[in-house]
């Protein structure tokens, strides 16, 4: 079974200050974790994908995430965020091959001016 | 390059009625799925398929049918709308191994 939690329902920053968007997950083997981003009535986009290679992973728009299998967390990080980064972030956990996805509820970033 | 495409993008139904919801992918991925996403929920399985011929269930079935003729098409079948199943749905689709691309959603509201 594999499930996954992300921590915060909504996180607000002002721009130009770092983001930190928090999942943890478990798994009974070790899974692929990604990131999903969705802009207001668009479908979801890939940020980035970690897949048992380094563990840390850095994805589009500045983005990366660590793997710590020690604290069974994937989080997602950007040094300054930027207005255009406002959207609902996913963290999503699978294992191999065509098994299905699990996906957080979401976290909604807030930028301010 | 088109990738994954759903059709309709907006739909209002009365209590009742059915459609279909269709999804094709021109990536040529054995995995299709179908979500629908509420607020606070997060994305929710409906159902899937790993190859033209096989569907499986997914964490919310009810309601809703599927099938896979062909490894491009995986239409969603509402046979009779309900105002619990105003959502927005979201196909998707992965090869072995990727992650899941996605099609920009149906916006759907049962009256």
Same mark, same amino acid.
């Given at each position: 079974?594999? *499930?996954?939690?992300?921590?915060? &329902?909504?996180?607000?920053?002002?721009?130009?200050? $770092?983001?930190? =968007?928090?999942?943890? +997950?478990? *798994? &009974?083997?070790? $899974?692929?974790?990604?990131? +999903?981003?969705?802009? $207001?009535?668009?479908?979801?986009?890939?940020?980035?994908? +970690?897949?048992?290679?380094?563990?840390?992973?850095?994805?589009?728009?500045?983005?990366?995430?660590e793997?710590?299998?020690?604290?069974?967390?994937?989080?997602?990080?950007?040094? *300054?965020?930027?207005m &255009?980064?406002?959207?609902? +972030?996913?963290?999503?956990?699978?294992? *191999?091959g065509?098994?299905?996805?699990?996906?957080?509820?979401?976290?909604? =970033? =807030?930028?301010? $001016? | 390059?088109a990738?994954?495409?759903?059709?309709?993008?907006?739909?209002?139904?009365?209590?009742?009625?059915?459609?279909?919801?269709?999804?094709?992918?021109?990536?040529? /991925?054995?995995?299709?799925?179908?979500?629908?996403?509420?607020?606070?929920?997060?994305?929710?399985?409906? /159902?899937?398929?790993?190859?033209?011929?096989?569907?499986?269930? #997914?964490?919310?079935?009810?309601?809703?049918?599927?099938?896979?003729?062909t490894?491009?098409?995986?239409?969603?079948?509402?046979?009779?709308?309900?105002?619990?199943?105003?959502?927005?749905y979201?196909?998707?689709?992965? #090869?072995?191994?990727?992650?899941? /691309?996605?099609?920009?959603?149906?916006?759907?509201?049962?009256?």
């Amino acid at each position: 079974a594999q *499930s996954v939690t992300q921590l915060d &329902s909504h996180v607000s920053v002002s721009e130009g200050t $770092p983001v930190l =968007l928090r999942c943890n +997950y478990s *798994s &009974s083997y070790s $899974p692929s974790l990604f990131w +999903y981003v969705q802009h $207001p009535n668009k479908g979801l986009q890939l940020l980035l994908k +970690y897949t048992s290679a380094a563990t840390l992973v850095k994805g589009i728009n500045g983005f990366e995430a660590e793997f710590k299998k020690s604290e069974t967390s994937f989080h997602l990080t950007k040094p *300054s965020a930027h207005m &255009s980064d406002a959207a609902e +972030y996913f963290c999503v956990v699978s294992l *191999s091959g065509y098994s299905t996805l699990t996906f957080g509820k979401g976290t909604m =970033l =807030l930028v301010s $001016p | 390059n088109a990738g994954v495409t759903q059709t309709p993008k907006f739909q209002v139904l009365k209590t009742g009625q059915s459609m279909t919801l269709q999804c094709a992918q021109d990536m040529n /991925h054995e995995y299709m799925s179908w979500y629908r996403q509420d607020p606070g929920m997060g994305l929710r399985l409906i /159902h899937y398929s790993v190859g033209a011929g096989i569907t499986d269930q #997914g964490e919310v079935p009810n309601g809703y049918n599927v099938s896979r003729s062909t490894t491009e098409d995986f239409p969603l079948r509402l046979l009779s709308a309900a105002p619990s199943q105003t959502s927005v749905y979201f196909c998707a689709s992965r #090869g072995s191994n990727s992650p899941l /691309h996605f099609g920009n959603g149906t916006r759907l509201t049962v009256t």
